[in-house]
């Protein structure tokens, strides 16, 4: 199938009419879905979390184990394999547009002093020639806290590095020839935009950083406070005093949309753990019989079972204001309704001191995307390799999660799996372990112990923003540690399907795995075929270089009945709920 000039239809030389179709040609939209500030800005719009990144990828650089062993250490994009001798090494060469978005190396490894050196847009001279003694620890140009951050024994730092063309990350290698600091441990992510995305490459020269520098500096300064400030439009469902019966659900609120939930806050201030496990979080948009949000409170806040007070950007359970216990700020739009109520699962009534849901009734365009949050459980098998975090199809885009681990042994072990994500069947991305995935090291700053920490040696916890750790310890028959992670720049966008697993296997038969994942996902198909970062007129050609093709899974995105062939009936899906979002 393709398209002349004319709007008509052609298939093997063979005309056919199709005006529904012509018309959607002409009056289909066209240009940029939209443009934010992609630095500073992702992070400063708020609702823009929950809006879809169309032709945006992520990108993982690190220093993984390419055999699929656990040294995960001292392997570069070139050269190749397990490098102990000192050399020059490309760690990653990412082609842009795009953006670095987070720089993370242990802290031991990283007082080494690594060579940093970025390259940009196939230049011959670096951009960035610093050290990891300065990137991370905060002392680079205008690098620094709080968003280069020591944590936990390891340290990030989260300035936003532009790149328009491309970017090159190199080092200078350290020899080693056993267990220690020397060996590189490191992880870059990045986030490449649309062709024809206008990015201006990092500035060198520039003493200050970018204008829009100072607000996040202040969002993240002012953590706990809601992202977007106040609003003067926005409306509050409250509930006083509560006692929700055993086996009964209690609504929160039910809106009819449009519109947009800016915070919920629950109080519950005598429960014990055993209530905040029962009581689960409810959320229902549009009429769905199966709620996209479903978690306990205690799992979905990170609240009770001797974890931290915390205030992190999106969530915590320290409010900043008085009498408003655990918040919620991630921003959750819907378009037709939304219900939120929360059912005991108990066998007992269990009470509830208050509830708030601030929402605002308004137009929500296309591209925004329904907050999901689901929990899943496993207890390690003997043989079981990943604990599966997240599975799902459709179209969205996966933010973070907080992640329970224990286990009867007095081994952190636990901590050597990598997380794994697979995107779109294809792309995938693989951590270095799983305190380096929320910006630890060496076991939370349990082993290679650096005592010029924050939080010292042997932390049970440690907050920040955008990553902690809630409750890490280790007794004689025991080990535990709970984290959580948000991914809001760096965010990993799926046009048809994610899986988010982290290795188990280094756990003991038995380990209890728990995690609240979040992610934000469109209802229903918009397709952007040709992966421009538009959804216009072009999907259609795209759609047509599928016409008539089987067994191609998921064909670029044309085969939308489930046939396994791409026909008439596709392109009538295609056209139908391409008009209903206009």
């Known amino acids: 199938m393709g398209f002349r000039n004319d709007g008509v239809l052609f298939d093997g030389g063979k005309m056919k009419s199709r005006t529904f179709l012509f018309l959607i040609l002409v009056v289909g939209p066209a240009g940029r879905v939209f443009s934010l500030d992609w630095a500073y800005g992702v992070y400063t719009r708020w609702e823009d979390w929950a809006r879809l990144r169309l032709g945006q990828k992520a990108h993982l650089v690190s220093s993984y184990d390419r055999t699929g062993a656990n040294w995960d250490a001292s392997y570069y994009e070139s050269p190749t394999g397990f490098i102990q001798e000192p050399l020059t090494a490309t760690l990653g060469t990412v082609q842009g547009p795009?953006?670095?978005?987070?720089?993370?190396?242990?802290?031991?490894?990283?007082?080494?002093?690594?060579?940093?050196?970025?390259?940009?847009?196939?230049?011959e001279t670096p951009r960035i020639n610093s050290t990891s003694i300065e990137v991370l620890g905060g002392t680079f140009k205008y690098f620094a806290a709080p968003l280069a951050t020591t944590f936990a024994g390891g340290q990030v730092c989260y300035e936003p590095i532009p790149f328009s063309g491309s970017v090159r990350l190199e080092t200078d290698t350290i020899p080693s020839s056993h267990w220690s600091a020397e060996w590189h441990y490191y992880q870059f992510s990045c986030v490449t935009f649309p062709p024809g995305t206008e990015i201006t490459s990092f500035d060198p020269c520039d003493p200050d950083g970018p204008d829009e520098r100072p607000s996040l500096v202040s969002l993240f300064d002012n953590v706990g406070e809601h992202p977007a400030g106040d609003s003067p439009t926005a409306l509050v469902e409250a509930r006083g005093n509560t006692e929700i019966p055993q086996g009964e659900c209690f609504k929160i609120a039910e809106l009819s949309g449009p519109g947009l939930i800016r915070s919920m806050n629950i109080r519950m201030d005598d429960a014990d753990d055993a209530e905040l496990e029962a009581l689960?979080?409810?959320?229902?948009?549009?009429?769905?019989?199966?709620?996209?949000?479903?978690?306990?409170?205690?799992?979905?806040?990170?609240?009770?079972?001797?974890?931290?007070a915390y205030r992190s950007l999106p969530l915590g359970t320290d409010s900043p204001e008085p009498g408003e216990g655990f918040y919620c700020y991630w921003p959750m739009p819907f378009r037709e309704s939304v219900v939120v109520q929360f059912c005991n699962t108990s066998t007992a009534s269990i009470a509830v001191n208050s509830t708030s849901l601030e929402y605002e009734l308004k137009e929500i365009d296309r591209y925004m995307c329904y907050l999901h949050a689901a929990e899943n459980s496993s207890v390690k098998q003997a043989e079981q390799i990943y604990h599966n975090v997240l599975s799902t199809t459709g179209r969205g885009h996966y933010v973070g999660e907080l992640l329970y681990v224990a286990q009867d042994a007095n081994d952190f072990r636990m901590l050597e799996g990598d997380d794994v994500i697979t995107v779109d069947g294809g792309t995938v991305l693989n951590g270095t372990g799983l305190e380096d995935t929320y910006n630890g090291g060496y076991y939370y700053n349990w082993v290679g112990i650096q005592y010029d920490e924050p939080e010292g040696a042997r932390p049970q916890s440690a907050i920040r923003p955008l990553n902690g750790i809630l409750y890490v310890n280790r007794t004689v028959d025991s080990a535990r540690a709970d984290q959580y992670r948000w991914r809001i720049a760096d965010g990993i966008p799926f046009k048809r399907s994610i899986e988010v697993n982290v290795e188990c296997r280094y756990s003991v038969t038995g380990a209890r795995w728990t995690s609240v994942v979040f992610w934000y996902q469109l209802p229903g198909m918009l397709e952007d075929i040709n992966e421009d970062g538009d959804v216009d007129a072009l999907d259609f050609t795209a759609f047509g270089n599928w016409w008539g093709q089987a067994d191609c899974g998921v064909c670029g995105g044309a085969?939308?009945?489930?046939?396994?062939?791409?026909?008439?009936?596709?392109?009538?899906?295609?056209?139908?709920?391409w008009l209903a979002v206009e």
């Open 98 to 123: 795009g953006m670095i978005y987070r720089f993370w190396m242990p802290h031991m490894t990283a007082k080494q002093g690594f060579p940093v050196r970025v390259y940009f847009d196939g230049e």
């Open 280 to 308: 689960r979080l409810k959320i229902y948009y549009d009429g769905q019989a199966v709620p996209a949000v479903d978690a306990p409170v205690g799992r979905f806040f990170g609240a009770g079972g001797l974890r931290a």
């Open 559 to 577: 085969e939308l009945t489930g046939d396994g062939t791409v026909g008439a009936e596709d392109l009538q899906v295609f056209a139908e709920k």
